[in-house]
């Protein structure tokens, strides 16, 4: 079975990655507007995405 919400969870990863990597802007400490939506799109990801893990754990 396909997971969608991992795969979407690691594309908003490298999304945000192959960003910070190529823009002169962000850094560990500073983000730009991009660099920003990218990030927090990539949290909402992670969130959802852990949060299933700790539920599927119940067996
Ligand atoms: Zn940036």
């Known amino acids: 079975m ?3 919400l991992y795969q979407r969870y690691q ?3 490298r999304a945000h990655q192959a960003h910070t990597t ?3 802007h962000c850094t560990d400490t ?3 507007p991009e660099g920003t939506r990218l990030w ?4 909402r990801l992670q969130d ?3 949060a299933r893990q700790r539920t599927k ?3």
């Not at 927090?40 to 949290?43: I, L, M, N, Q, R």
């Open 57 to 59: 754990r119940t067996r």
């Open 48 to 50: 959802a995405y852990l």
């Open 30 to 32: 500073t983000r730009c």
């Open 40 to 43: 927090s799109a990539f949290e």
């Open 22 to 24: 190529s823009c002169p």
């Open 11 to 13: 594309a908003a990863a």
């Open 2 to 4: 396909p997971d969608d």
